[in-house]
């Protein structure tokens, strides 16, 4: 037990002023950041993947209940935005987790995936929503 005190007092404390400013190789291994620091190419991914999905699923809601092409509400069209409303909620949860520091890692490739097939349904929601119907003209 003193062995592991005086090692810790040796490297200093995980936080401690002592640490600021250096990169993730300059530490030593109780110190080392779990997730390491992140570059400006990995804030400018999440930004654009962000701001995309984000622009997408809003899009998508106020098309299902602004576009309805006659004076009634479509109730397929509200319900397909529900839907991408949900997802959208346990997207946001798993993004929280992984910034706080519940989730590995390797989770950041999961949010990109959701965030991917999430784009890919609010494309699929929008043709829905603004496909003329055929059997109409």
Known sequence: ???HLKYSMEIGVAGSDSNVGRSRDQYE???RPLFGESSNRDR???LVVGT??????LSTVISAFAYQGD???????VYF?????FILISHLILIYWYRQGDLEP???NLIYYNAFTMLLLCICANIYIFVVDPSKH
């Not at 995309?52 to 699923?57: F, I």
């Not at 004076?71 to 069209?77: A, M, Q």
Request: proline share 7%; hydrophobic share 50%; aromatic share 4%.
């Open 106 to 108: 390797k989770f950041r």
């Open 81 to 85: 935005a529900l839907c991408v409303l």
């Open 44 to 46: 400018l991914v999440n």
């Open 1 to 3: 037990m003193k062995d």
């Open 52 to 57: 995309l999905t984000g622009v997408m699923v």
């Open 71 to 77: 004076t009634s509400v479509k109730v397929p069209n």
């Open 29 to 31: 291994p109780l110190d």
